[in-house]
């Protein structure tokens, strides 16, 4: 007999923990090793994890809508022999959660219920030594503070006795014994510590709405609630500023148009403008290394590597913005696979966290639906997006020798929009300027 925990597997820098949105199998069922075991979310992608072995699933330890860490146990094989239930030791999770009478939605809706004005006028934290903000606190011992008063703030300096630090009743009970003999801090802390706990992670409001004739109530999906989420926090944030400039990108066409049937034969996939305009940018960024930066607090953090994230829109009208890492590494045949590849994953559901993780500057597309320009939110943290219209023909001025005259050219709008915080308009400017340019004069090579 021989049993296997299964863990959720890291998912991309950055990424401690996911929410489980779906098992496909039961306890008792069997599965193979590579078929599709469960999908879980992170910010904005589901993924669909496959089975590590070959097996019966004798345990689930983490159900649909919980959001365990990584690494920690979601479900318990049997991979050979048969055994009983019994022949399993509880986990420490199972085994705390047996002996309090209390859902997993119970604790969520005590977690929302929270409030300030239920706290006394002070509470006491703050030891010498503090423990890791990263430190996990499980379901139930959140519960069984805050049914004890005590905040989160304060629950972390517990030095627990379980697995990597963590935090058991008995360390809780131990605590609350000892006379919590920690610093006092006034209500005043508290709240300023939960404003900016609101101010960091804005929440869009649903009110009720009883629908009069002729409407529907249409509850948003999971994506376009993230998404919203981050457009509103990202106002918050930044201070939009969006300047446009007019280029003349008849030679790029011309180019295209000559190109497009023989890269296509040749590479198996189409012959766009968009690879060119991340390489425009990528160049004009290397000029402008002011533009390649990111915001925390006061300090501004100037990046090194070129991280482009170019906006895909998906099947059921939602938005998501996969990233081409080091960009700058690349040629351009080799930016052109990479987005035809992560377009076609994304719009397939078939992307992993890490590779819509890590831009330093974004790009989006307006001109496939026609539309010449546009005002773009910032993608936080990164400080300017650049939106690309539609190439449309116009009768321009153009100089042939020494002569003035009328032509009809294909026309393109170029908008940035960025954070004027750090990046004022001479900058921004002077930027967007650059990727017209290099989008004017030079015609790419495969």
């Known amino acids: 007999m021989k049993s296997f925990e299964f863990t959720l597997p890291a998912m991309g820098e950055g990424i401690i923990e996911a929410t489980i949105t779906r098992w496909f199998i039961r306890e008792g069922d069997s599965i193979k090793e590579d078929e599709p075991l469960l999908e879980v979310a992170t910010d904005k992608v589901d993924s669909e994890i496959p089975a590590p072995v070959s097996g019966k699933v004798i345990r689930i330890i983490y159900h649909e809508g919980e959001i365990p860490k990584i690494g920690e146990v979601l ?14 030791p509880r986990t420490e999770r199972e085994s705390d959660l047996a002996e309090i009478s209390v859902s997993p939605k119970a604790i969520e809706a005590s977690e929302r219920d929270e409030s300030i004005n239920k706290m006394e006028k002070t509470v006491q934290f703050r030891p010498e030594k503090s423990v890791s903000d990263d430190l996990h606190l499980t379901p139930l011992i959140r519960f069984l503070a805050r049914s004890r008063g005590i905040p989160v703030d304060e629950l972390k300096q517990i030095m627990g006795s379980g697995l ?3 935090i058991t009743k008995d360390d809780l009970n131990a605590y609350i014994l000892s006379g919590r003999r920690f610093k006092e801090v006034s209500i005043d802390t508290i709240i300023q510590q939960e404003a900016n706990k609101t101010e960091q992670q804005p929440v869009v409001n649903s009110p009720e709405y009883s629908p009069g004739p002729g409407e529907e109530v ?12 981050h ?31 023989q890269f296509f034969a040749k590479y198996g996939i189409k012959l766009t403008y968009t690879p060119v305009i991340v390489e425009a940018s990528v160049k004009a960024l290397k000029d402008f290394p002011d533009i390649n930066i990111s915001v925390i607090g006061n300090n501004i953090i100037k990046k090194h590597y070129f991280n482009i994230g170019v906006a895909t829109a998906l ?14 590494k690349s040629n351009f045949l080799s930016i052109a696979r990479q987005l035809a590849d992560l377009a076609d994953r994304a719009r ?21 639906y026609e539309n010449v320009s546009g005002t773009p939110i910032i993608n936080q943290p990164e400080v300017a997006i650049l939106a690309v219209g539609a190439i449309k023909k116009k009768p321009a001025v153009v100089k042939i020798g020494d002569e003035l005259t009328i032509g009809i050219r294909d026309i393109l709008i170029l908008s940035l929009t960025y954070d004027h915080r750090v990046v004022d308009g001479a900058l921004g400017g002077s930027f967007v300027r650059a990727i017209g340019r290099y989008l004017e004069s030079e015609i790419p090579i495969f």
């Open 231 to 261: 457009m509103v926090r990202s106002k918050r944030i930044s201070s939009h500023v969006t300047s446009m400039v007019e280029i003349d990108v008849t030679q790029l066409v011309k180019w295209r148009e000559d190109n497009k049937e």
């Open 218 to 229: 249409i509850e948003m999906d999971r994506t376009r609630k993230l998404i919203a989420e």
């Open 315 to 328: 099947p059921d009208g939602n938005l998501i913005v996969p990233v081409i890492k080091e960009a700058d």
């Open 164 to 166: 990597n630090g963590r």
């Open 348 to 368: 397939k559901g078939q992307l992993i966290p890490a590779e819509i993780k890590g831009s330093t500057f974004t790009i989006t597309n307006m001109g496939q």
């Open 75 to 88: 479900a318990i094989f049997e991979t050979d022999g048969q055994t009983e239930e019994s022949g399993y």
